[in-house]
Structure formats: C-alpha cells, structure tokens
C-alpha cells in the first residue's frame, strides 16, 4: 500500500473515531479531552489545547496537553479578534491582532498553530497545537486533518451548548408548571373553603371529601396524577352550591319540593362553572356533575345508571356520603361506625360501587390496623370514632361480603 493511502486511511479512521466520540459520550469535558488526544495522536504532536470563548469574553481551556494548568487563562478574545479568526477560517497561517498579542507567550509555550473552531458562522473556541515530536514541517494534507478535525470538535462543542441550553430551557418549564401548578391548588382550596363557608353545618367537608376521595383512588391503584385530580374533583363538588340560596342551604330540616329541586341543581351548576376552566387534571367537571348520582338510576342531576357513572364521580360520591353521616349537624348526631358500615353494606350496588366501597375499608382498616403510618382518616373521624374493639371486624367483614355476596359479584370482578 502507497504510504499516503495509508495515511488517508489512519486518518479517515481517526475522523470517525473522532466523530463516534462527539456523538457518544455524555460528558463533555470527556469528550473534549478524547478528542483533543486523537487530534494530537494522529499527527503524533507534543503538545496542544482546545479553549471555549465564553460569554464575558476570556477562553477556558477544556483540556490541555503537554502544557501547565491555566497556561492560557485570562486570554481575551473580543468581537474583533473573532471576526478575524472567521475570516481566515480554513487557511492555517493565521496572523492577526490576537495572536500578535499572545506572539510571545505562545511561543513560549512552544504552540505553533492557532485555529478557530467555526459553527454556523460563529467562533466557538479555538484550538492551540505545538509542533509535531518528529519536528518535521506540516504538510498540506496534516493541515487538512487539522482543519476537518477541528471543524469536528468545534461541532461537537456547540452540540453539548444546545443540549446545555434545552436542559435548562426545560427545567425553568418543570418551574413554571410547577408553580402554576401551586398556585392552581391554592385556588382551588379558596374556593372549597368559600364553599364551607356557606354551608355553616358543613365546615370542612368540601376538604375532608377531597382528602377520603384522594385515599380511595390511592387505595384502588390509581396514579399520583390521577389521585391529585380526585382530590381537586373533591374540594370542588359542591362548587354549585355557590350560585344557590344560602338559606336553601342552611335550612335545618326537611325543604320543600321547590327548594329541594333548587339544591339538586347544584351538582349541574358545578358542571357549568367548571367546564370552560383548563383544568390540569382530566374530567374534573363531570365529577362534579355526576356526585349525586346513584348506580340504581335514582341519583340526579341525569338518572345515569351504573356504567354510565365515570369511576371518579363514584368515588366523590362514596367520600360526600361517608363524610354526611359521620359528621354532627344541628338537627342530628353523626352516626356510629357500625352504623355507617351498615349502611354501606346495604347501598353497595344500589347507590355506591362496591369495589370502591371495598377499597375505602381496606384504607380505614389499613390505618386501624397500624399498616398507614400517616393517620389522616383518624384524624379526620377524631381519636375516639375507630377505636372500639369491633372496628376491624367490622371492616374485614364488609370486605369480605364485597367479595363474595352474588349480588355485588360485580364488585368483586372488578375489583380485580
Ligand atoms: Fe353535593
């Protein structure tokens, strides 16, 4: 083989080396370093350095060879000085203000050449190359390894800036939508609280429906997403009751037909004031709109029906309910748990779902049971609601009959 085609060859297989390193390393100063070793290697010189312009105008050294730390720190590099270097970009006898500056340093250092890396028409950085070990002359195909090797670093430099500059794009983005997404939270705790305020037998429960609905949709497997969402469908259910009567509202006992159809409007009124808002999180509206409705058809504001019912109203639903029967209101006392379990027993298939009643017991077991470190139900219900001695059973029994009752063998399916 003709001594020059072997070059051609070394040096095409140091380009692609070259070129596989740019594309592959994750670390830049790695990849600099490399890079700058195979340059150096293939023309078998004795020293070198690749330095990146940076914004206020000195060059860092990204990796030097044969050369002491910090040799070039502090060398400037104005607009002036790049212009020039663009100029002579792809000749190699370069001879400007710059290295007119730096003649006697660079000398000094024992570096002869001094060439620009170039990218989309602007000066990246330059590189700085002693001579070669052998102290031959360069030739014009050495200067034409140079220049396509230096035009490869040069790129590869700029690559990992875009990157640079797309992660922190990317993260100001997560801080932005983070913040949004606080801020998003905070509304919507104003509002549950403006919602309790009106109903003053209620206080609290647009929060603890949010909280008990949060606990069932954990409990059931849903994602952390998901489970944000519910909890946000929670402290707005009763969004609705905003536009009706705070007396309708606020009547101790039984209303008449005309108030109690003016109330029923609420879960519909809710509809109407969620739905034009971008919500972050799915089907927040119809949550809302749909708490009232019972699996049997005899919920409102539609008369929908089982299926037609999206899993999320059913678990606000179960949440409101539960929250209804095991708080005090001035006309009744909150009832007791055997009660309420009772009660979820017999509705189980008529009003609520059963798996999601099922899932509900398995929490509260949980935390009667030591299993949930955080005691949220607990605290919620006060100290003394779970305590008897019968609580566990109780619920290990309702679970089990959700299980395995033929009425609710649905549940059990789809608990599964
Ligand atoms: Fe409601």
New binding site residues.
Partial sequence: MEPSTQKLIHTFGALADLGQEIAGTGDFNEMVRTSMHLLLGTLALRRGAVCECTAGGPLRCAALWGLNDHVFDGFEIDDADKQSFLKAEGTTAISNEFIERHRDKLAAEGIELVLPMVVRGEVTGLVLLGGKASGEEFSSDDFETIRAMVRHIGVGIHTHRLLEQLAQRAEENRRLYEELRAIYRDTVRAFAAAIDIKDKYTQGHSERVGKYSEIIAREMGWSEEEVEGIQIAGYL??IGKLIVDRDIINAPYNIDAKNSSELNR??AAGYEILAPINHPYADIPLMAKY??ERLDGRGYPDGLTDEQIPLGAKIVSLA?SFDAMTTDRPYRRRRSFEDVVRDLRENSGKQFEGKVVAAFARAILKEVNGETKERRITKMLGKSYLEGDQVPTLLTDLISDLNNDPKLKKAADLRR
């Fill in positions: 259910h009763d609420h879960p708490h009232h409101d």
